[in-house]
T-cell receptor, first 114, second 115 residues
């Protein structure tokens, strides 16, 4: 079985400071990992994905994520947070060769304050 | 390009009524997913289709829920009879089956309230 955990329900950060939203995963094979963002009254929007290769993945809106196989983590990062980054963030995992069903985390609410 | 289109955006109906939610996936996508989102249970996968065929419906909560995909450009999720505990935001998502690393693209959901 595959699973993903987002240990923080909420993350608060000041605008201009770096932000990290944590995600750890558990799979029996090689994972594909994804980050999505959800703004109020909207669907989830794809931010970035890790397939293979470089452990640092760059995505939309200046976000990046670092894949760490030994720690089974895929934390989302941004060097300088904006108030407009405030939203709900979801990590998701899919097994390679396991079909296209995603397993989502419970989400982390990011609040960026002035 | 048009994204995933869901209708209606909002639905308010009384307990016991039939509810039909509709989804038009992105053109060319051949995989379609129905999700439900609530504060208590988070985001749950209800059912998904590949090439219009249901692959996994283990998330469908009970027999009151049914989903169909009669063609590549349309899917419905039906609840009959509806109950107050069905109140949630229902999302449809689509993706390409080209490789298994394609992201899912979500519609903006249908907010369903059962009174």
């Amino acid at each position: 079985a595959q699973s993903v955990a987002q240990p923080e329900d909420q993350v608060n950060v000041a605008e201009g400071n770096p932000l990290t939203v944590k995600c750890t995963y558990s799979v029996s094979g090689n994972p594909y990992l994804f980050w999505y963002v959800q703004y109020p009254n909207r669907g989830l929007q794809f931010l970035l994905k890790y397939i293979t290769g470089d452990n640092l993945v760059k995505g939309s809106y200046g976000f990046e994520a670092e894949f760490n196989k030994s720690q089974t983590s895929f934390h989302l990062k941004k060097p300088s947070a904006l108030v407009s980054d405030s939203a709900l963030y979801f990590c998701a995992v899919r097994l390679t060769g396991g079909g296209n069903k995603l397993t989502f985390g419970t989400g982390t609410q990011l609040k960026v304050e002035l | 390009d048009a994204g995933v289109i869901q209708s209606p955006r909002h639905e308010v109906t009384e307990m016991g009524q039939e509810v039909t939610l509709r989804c038009k996936p992105i053109s060319g996508h051949n995989s379609l997913f129905w999700y439900r989102q609530t504060m208590m249970r988070g985001l749950e996968l209800l059912i998904y289709f590949n090439n219009n065929v249901p692959i996994d419906d283990s998330g469908m909560p009970e027999d009151r829920f049914s989903a169909k995909m009669p063609n590549a450009s349309f899917s419905t999720l039906k609840i009959q009879p509806s109950e107050p505990r069905d109140s949630a935001v229902y999302f449809c998502a689509s993706s390409s089956l080209l490789g298994d690393n394609q992201p899912q693209h979500f519609g903006d959901g249908t907010r369903l309230s059962i009174l």
